[in-house]
Every structure is written in structure tokens, then in C-alpha cells.
């Protein structure tokens, strides 16, 4: 079993900055691929990014492409989503999720995930 949490979220204007953190623990992080997802109120689950097992790999959601960069410490066990040039459309629960049978580039499909955090919110204002 893995546990995830994330932490990091908050209120912030357009235009700025914050960075997502996910601690894991209980397994061998550096097995798993991770993926950053978020959920607007009323709309679906989306993709946003994912690194996978050795940082060797990254994918991005076309939305983010350019503003966010998703990281991996594997020494700490921790996956970061840094993100810049925040827009309102950004506001969302942010969730983290770890895959551990990953194909070689990160999946984008929620359903690929295994084991998921409990979400941290990010609101940014216009």
C-alpha cells in the first residue's frame, strides 16, 4: 500500500505561482510513475501531469504545457507540480496518484492509477 499526500495549495492571483508537493510513503517510491490530476466543481476528473519512475520522462496536459513543470526526489519521496502564470481556469482539487505497473512514457489516464491522494485545493483569483 501507498499513501500520498499532497500539500501546497491555496488562494493566489492570476498570474502567479505555488507548487504542489506529494509525500509517499509505505512503498518503494521510485517504482511508481506518478501523475498530477484536478477536478473543477462540476466537471470532470482532467489529466494534467505526469514523470515517470526516474525522472526520465514527462507528459503534460496541453492546457499546462509551458506554465507547469512536474518534478520527482525520489531520495525524499516526494513528486512536485510546480506551476506558473496561474489562471482562474487553474482553480481545481489537485490530486496526486502513483501507477506502479507504468509504460515507459506516464500515462494520462486516470485509470491507470492506483493509488491516489486526497487532494489539496488550488484557487486562483482574477
Known amino acids: 500500500q501507498l499513501q500520498l499526500v499532497e500539500s501546497g495549495g491555496g488562494l493566489v492571483q492570476a498570474g502567479g505561482s505555488l507548487r504542489l508537493s506529494c509525500a509517499a510513503s509505505?512503498?518503494?517510491?521510485?517504482?511508481?510513475?506518478m501523475g498530477w490530476f484536478r477536478q473543477a466543481p462540476g466537471k470532470a476528473r482532467e489529466f494534467v501531469a505526469a514523470?515517470?519512475?526516474?525522472?526520465?520522462?514527462?507528459r503534460y496536459a496541453d492546457s499546462v504545457k509551458g506554465r507547469f513543470t512536474v518534478s520527482r526526489d525520489n531520495a525524499k519521496n516526494t513528486v512536485y507540480l510546480q506551476m506558473n502564470s496561474l489562471k482562474p481556469e487553474d482553480t481545481a482539487v489537485y490530486y496526486c496518484?502513483?501507477?506502479?505497473?507504468?509504460?515507459?512514457?506516464?500515462?494520462?489516464?486516470?485509470?491507470?492509477?492506483?493509488?491516489w491522494g486526497q487532494g489539496t485545493q488550488v484557487t486562483v483569483s482574477s
Open positions: 509505505g512503498r518503494t517510491f521510485s517504482s511508481y510513475a
Open positions: 514523470v515517470a519512475r526516474s525522472a526520465s520522462s514527462t
Open positions: 496518484a502513483a501507477d506502479e505497473r507504468p509504460p515507459l512514457t506516464p500515462s494520462a489516464l486516470g485509470t491507470r492509477y492506483d493509488y
